[in-house]
T-cell receptor, first 111, second 112 residues
Framework: GNSVTQMEGPVTLSEEAFLTINCTYTATGYPSLFWYVQYPGEGLQLLLKATKADDKGSNKGFEATYRKETTSFHLEKGSVQVSDSAVYFCARANTGNQFYFGTGTSLTVIP | DAGVTQSPTHLIKTRGQQVTLRCSPKSGHDTVSWYQQALGQGPQFIFQYYEEEERQRGNFPDRFSGHQFPNYSSELNVNALLLGDSALYLC???????????FGSGTRLTVV
């Protein structure tokens, strides 16, 4: 089937800590993969993406590498800030640009 | 450059009623997709419109219908509302030729 599984939260970190949010997918072929972020009361914003195997998406200090051998797209950031507090969604797209989202991981960064 | 605009932002309806949600896509985008996001869950794909036709549909009943207008704006209609339809409804626009969306801020629908 087509699904995305991501690490359950909530995750609470101190400022400047290292962040990893795990994401794995099931799909036929090699879908495009995305991370979206949702701040309270807002819609989803694209954080980064990768469209083929071994691609690394990066933005605002966040990174994720498309690993086809482990069907994973884990999100990482070396030093989180309070402003990174949000819900993070991993997603994959089918050829028709229909997205399958994970259930989201809530991140809270404390000063 | 305006992003995706949705209206209304909040709505309260009674079970059994009908509701219409509206979406204006980002300038230059030709495709509109609708998603339902229940509390604490990821968005679920409802359907996608391009050239005023429904191109893809997720696993939602026929009570959910839509429309796309010549100016690319779109409506989502839900008939015979159920309590379980309470959710954040997100509109996302894109170009038919590319992956990825620009999302609106959503309409929060509460069915009582």
């Amino acid at each position: 089937g087509n699904s995305v599984t991501q690490m359950e939260g909530p995750v609470t970190l101190s400022e400047e800590a290292f962040l990893t949010i795990n994401c794995t997918y099931t799909a036929t072929g090699y879908p495009s993969l995305f991370w979206y972020v949702q701040y309270p009361g807002e819609g989803l914003q694209l954080l980064l993406k990768a469209t083929k195997a071994d691609d690394k998406g990066s933005n605002k200090g966040f990174e994720a590498t498309y690993r086809k051998e482990t069907t994973s797209f884990h999100l990482e950031k070396g030093s989180v800030q309070v402003s990174d507090s949000a819900v993070y969604f991993c997603a994959r797209a089918n050829t028709g640009n229909q997205f399958y989202f994970g259930t989201g991981t809530s991140l809270t960064v404390i000063p | 450059d305006a992003g995706v605009t949705q209206s209304p932002t909040h709505l309260i309806k009674t079970r059994g009623q009908q509701v219409t949600l509206r979406c204006s896509p980002k300038s230059g985008h030709d495709t509109v997709s609708w998603y339902q996001q229940a509390l604490g869950q990821g968005p679920q794909f409802i359907f996608q419109y391009y050239e005023e036709e429904e191109r893809q549909r997720g696993n939602f009943p026929d009570r959910f219908s839509g429309h796309q207008f010549p100016n690319y704006s779109s409506e989502l209609n839900v008939n015979a509302l159920l309590l379980g339809d309470s959710a954040l409804y997100l509109c996302a626009s894109s170009l038919i030729s590319s992956y990825g969306y620009t999302f609106g801020s959503g309409t929060r629908l509460t069915v009582v």
